[in-house]
């Protein structure tokens, strides 16, 4: 089912900068979907489309079958929440806890709702323990994750996210995205990542997006989208490292394979297999 139509977005800044142009793209619910894209192809701009923070120029963007223009900020703030690429931009109170409940305490829930709210949000990312601590006190991956629980604490069924992995170590990479997951997998949320870690796709997203100065180029799944080598590279962009492996294997070795593998388990797999039937046909001779 899709939750999010966006049809012909077209955005100019005030400077004239044409940032995007009849951009298309339809987001599934409970997907983990990753926009791909060098800088300045757009990634974040449509991202601020998603939930008003920019309204397009001409175009529209239908959120479950109702024109997001239709929307009252509140709705649309409760419906999609977004992380910004630096939390330093999206945190502002003393403490952690006074950060996560700023959302809620502006929906005039009640006072047990709200620190119902914020403790199960806070536990979800597992920063529980640091409900009193200041903001400035944290570590940017922990900032990251305030981040989150200030967006969950507002119960949105689409979280969007602006390049959630830059800044962080590889050990806080993989923590970020397992978290998302979970989000997904054992809350249904919808989530939206503009990246340009190619690497990480094939790993998470269940599709992707290929974004190229302001448009989508092409949508699907890992496999239909790196299976067009020439696309991905007239975008600036590359295969996974596992994948240009494999592809050299492929072109420069004569190995041939019906398609690239794009992870380590999956090239892992294809060799293993390879050197078994080439052993199997070596005994039989």
């Known amino acids: 089912m899709v939750t999010v139509h966006i049809k012909d977005i077209q955005y100019q800044y005030h400077d004239g900068t044409h940032a995007l142009h009849n951009a298309c793209l339809d987001i599934?619910?409970?997907?983990?979907?990753?926009?791909?894209?060098?800088?300045?192809?757009?990634?974040?701009?449509?991202l601020k489309h998603l939930n008003g923070l920019f309204k397009p120029i001409s175009g529209e963007i239908v959120l479950d079958q109702k024109p997001l223009s239709h929307y009252s900020s509140r709705e649309i703030f409760q419906k999609v929440g977004m992380v910004f690429q630096d939390p330093n931009d999206q945190l502002f109170a003393p403490t952690v806890w006074e950060d996560v409940a700023f959302g809620p305490m502006n929906l005039d829930l009640s006072k047990?709702?709200?620190?119902?709210?914020?403790?199960?949000?806070?536990?979800?990312?597992?920063?529980?323990?640091?409900?009193?601590?200041?903001?400035?006190?944290?570590?940017?991956?922990?900032?990251?994750?305030?981040?989150v629980a200030g967006v969950l604490a507002m119960r949105p069924e689409i979280l969007v996210l602006d390049e959630p992995t830059?800044?962080?170590?590889?050990?806080?990479?993989?923590?970020?995205?397992?978290?998302?997951?979970?989000?997904?997998?054992?809350?249904?949320?919808?989530?939206?990542?503009?990246?340009?870690?190619?690497?990480?796709?094939?790993?998470?997203?269940?599709?992707?997006?290929?974004?190229?100065?302001?448009?989508?180029?092409?949508?699907?799944?890992p496999e239909y989208v790196f299976s067009n080598i020439d696309e991905i590279r007239s975008a600036?962009?590359?295969?996974?490292?596992?994948?240009?492996?494999?592809?050299?294997?492929?072109?420069?070795?004569?190995?041939?394979?019906?398609?690239?593998?794009?992870t380590v388990g999956e090239a892992r797999e294809f060799l293993v297999q390879k050197f078994h039937n080439q052993l199997t046909a070596n005994l039989q001779r």
């Open 112 to 147: 047990s709702e709200i620190i119902h709210r914020v403790d199960e949000a806070l536990a979800i990312v597992n920063m529980g323990k640091y409900t009193g601590k200041t903001v400035d006190a944290l570590s940017f991956g922990q900032k990251k994750r305030v981040c």
């Open 28 to 46: 599934v619910k409970g997907e983990l979907l990753a926009i791909l894209g060098p800088n300045g192809s757009g990634k974040t701009t449509l």
């Open 236 to 262: 600036c962009l590359e295969l996974p490292q596992i994948a240009q492996l494999m592809q050299v294997l492929r072109d420069k070795d004569n190995i041939p394979m019906d398609s690239l593998p794009l």
């Open 166 to 221: 830059c800044g962080l170590d590889p050990v806080g990479v993989t923590s970020l995205m397992t978290l998302l997951k979970e989000l997904q997998d054992k809350y249904g949320i919808t989530i939206i990542m503009a990246t340009h870690n190619v690497d990480l796709v094939p790993l998470y997203m269940d599709r992707l997006a290929i974004m190229y100065q302001g448009s989508v180029l092409r949508a699907g799944t």
